[in-house]
């Protein structure tokens, strides 16, 4: 491997990449288990299943030409992430596993995603975090590589920092509705080092949680004036319901009490 650039895909079969997908791959089996619906997405990372614990009938993987020759055992939609192949308001869930921070331009990418899905509908973003020890490391390393210092993650697009991702997220009506952290083992390689260093996930968890190498956003797209429609018997008892409330406004007659009608 080159001590200048680590690719994207050797670094995901590094000793960090492999932490990094399990913690991811954890939060999204617990965040899409229960994401209803009829058609999800995935944009990148072949080697995440982020969809495997969803129950959605219609499931699809989205790749661009940077994965082409490469072993990709799960069959795919080969397109850009900023011209997707699917209509207006037509998935209900879209994943983007680190897709955003690699594409050449992550303003369309997310603007595409708010086009192809429906109102209420999901994304879920996963992400580096610039303000962690993984981010900071980076940051040094591109400062000393005039002196052949290591970059430690990957040298390909733009690491997007969340509060800045919430921001572009509010602009196209979209509502974060979790967001998480995680991995605060330093910026070590190799598998012994990171498992010495464990303990600290529990501890940043606690302690510093903001601070975590990786971050995990799942936002709602909201359409400003949209009525859901409800189940028809739903509407009903709603009925029923106002016309017993309505039925029980007027004052009930005391126990023995008679009325006098006027001539």
Not at 201 to 226: S, T
Request: net charge positive.
């Amino acid at each position: 491997m080159s001590d200048e650039i680590i690719g994207l895909h050797h670094w995901f079969a590094s000793a960090p990449g492999r932490y990094l997908l399990d913690w991811e791959q954890a939060r999204l089996d617990a965040a899409v288990a229960d994401m209803f619906g009829y058609q999800a997405l995935q944009i990148g990372l072949p080697w995440l299943d982020g969809l495997r614990c969803n129950r959605m009938p219609q499931r699809w993987l989205v790749l661009d030409e940077s994965y082409l020759g490469l072993d990709v055992a799960a069959p795919a939609l080969w397109a850009q992430a900023q011209a997707l192949p699917f209509a207006d308001n037509s998935l209900d869930l879209v994943l983007l596993p680190h897709s955003l921070e690699h594409s050449h331009d992550p303003h369309a990418a997310l603007r595409e995603v708010a086009r192809v899905l429906v109102p209420e509908g999901r994304v879920v973003v996963c992400g580096i975090n610039p303000a962690s020890l993984w981010g900071l490391r980076q940051l040094r390393a591109h400062w000393g590589r005039r002196w052949g210092w290591r970059l430690y993650l990957p040298d390909e697009g733009q690491f997007i920092a969340p509060w800045r991702l919430r921001d572009w997220l509010r602009l196209l009506d979209f509502e974060v509705e979790d967001a998480q952290f995680g991995c605060w083992r330093p910026a070590v390689r190799s598998a012994g080092w990171l498992q010495h260093w464990s303990w600290l996930d529990a501890a940043g968890a606690r302690w510093w949680p903001i601070l975590g190498a990786a971050y995990f956003m799942v936002a709602v797209k909201r359409v400003h004036g949209m009525r859901l429609l409800e189940p028809a018997w739903r509407q009903h008892r709603r009925r029923l319901a106002a016309t017993a409330a309505l039925a029980r406004r007027g004052k009930a007659p005391l126990a023995g009490q008679r009325f006098h009608h006027k001539d």
